[in-house]
């Protein structure tokens, strides 16, 4: 049976530890100039109907270095972009790729895609979720922290589809997660129910302090997410002041450190001082989505 990485909660706790596993190990491999040839002759289509810089780049060098081959295909140069079915999209992108990465809006088309697909399925982030940041974000607590489990999470800003991930995350590894977000802008309300009934610790306020207060691992991201441009001037009202800056830093561990995906907002969601303070660690994040996604590759498409 194929597996696909469309949401963490899919995946049980000791399968993301083997990811997080091989990720060490690729990672130390790729440092030390070793050959990792895991994915020799195979190739990955990369399906974008958004902007990406990071998932891009990361994905197709990730190939690269595990001795395969990618292709980047933008939905507009497409038939998907003219409105070929996804199930049809899927039965031929299965004759000739080994393996699927897919950014887009819906949560279910990407569902639908793997269900029609005969080769693994790779959510590179949807309106819903985001599981390849997330565990490069773990993968960086740990790098910084020693461990994922012991560490306070303080979310502040939008209940999007990060904050969706990060909450069945605290479901998945069992931890400690506080979201803190504006009313009306709280996470899927679905997420945070199935992550409770799966014995997750996670608290919801609209109070930013409480989120940061003592957390060890402080993490934000845009006020306005892709395809939400319209709402750009509404979203900076209601979000006035749930930015992580010098004072929400200060009420959080003193050796905290700071997340964000990137690509990040000055002034907004994040302050200039703390991105480039000592607290935060959003280059190595970023570099981590290199590592993570290649074990995430090597895991399905070996
Ligand atoms: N964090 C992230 O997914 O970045 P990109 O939008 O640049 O891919
Ligand atoms: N929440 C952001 C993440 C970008 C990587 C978005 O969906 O645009």
Not at 114 to 136: E, K
Not at 174 to 200: C, H, M, Q, S
Not at 259 to 271: D, K, Q, Y
Not at 274 to 297: C, T, Y
Request: glycine share 8%.
């Amino acid at each position: 049976m194929k597996k696909d990485f469309l949401c963490l909660s899919d995946w049980s706790r000791d399968e993301l530890e083997a990811i997080f596993a091989l990720t060490l190990d690729l990672k130390a491999r790729q440092k030390r100039g070793e050959e990792h040839h895991l994915l020799r002759g195979k190739t990955l289509g990369m399906i974008f109907e958004k902007s990406s810089t990071r998932t891009r780049v990361s994905f197709e060098v990730g190939m690269y270095q595990l001795g395969g081959h990618a292709l980047f295909l933008h939905s507009g140069t497409t038939q998907l972009g003219r409105g070929e079915p996804i199930r049809d999209t899927a039965r031929v992108m299965s004759r000739y790729v080994d393996g699927i990465m897919i950014r887009t809006f819906s949560q279910a088309g990407v569902e639908e895609l793997a269900r029609w697909s005969d080769i693994p399925v790779i959510n590179g982030l949807t309106d819903s979720y985001h599981p390849c940041q997330v565990m490069a974000d773990l993968f960086t607590v740990v790098e910084h922290k020693g461990n994922y489990r012991d560490q306070v999470y303080g979310w502040i800003g939008d209940g999007n589809n990060m904050a969706n991930s990060w909450i069945n995350a605290a479901a998945v590894f069992g931890f400690e997660l506080r979201v803190a977000t504006p009313k009306g802008y709280a996470p899927d309300p679905a997420v945070v129910e199935r992550a409770r009934k799966a014995g997750a610790k996670v608290l919801y306020t609209h109070d930013p302090r409480e989120a940061a207060a003592g957390a060890t691992v402080l993490n934000t991201d845009v006020w306005a997410s892709m395809g939400q441009e319209a709402e750009q001037q509404a979203r900076e009202k209601a979000f006035a002041g749930f930015q992580i800056d010098g004072k929400v830093v200060a009420a959080a561990d003193p050796a905290c450190i700071v997340l964000h995906c990137l690509p990040a907002h000055r002034g907004e969601e994040i302050s200039d001082e703390v991105i480039e303070g000592p607290h935060s660690v959003v280059f190595d994040e970023a570099e981590n989505r290199l590592h993570v996604q290649k074990a995430i590759m090597a895991t399905l498409m070996a």
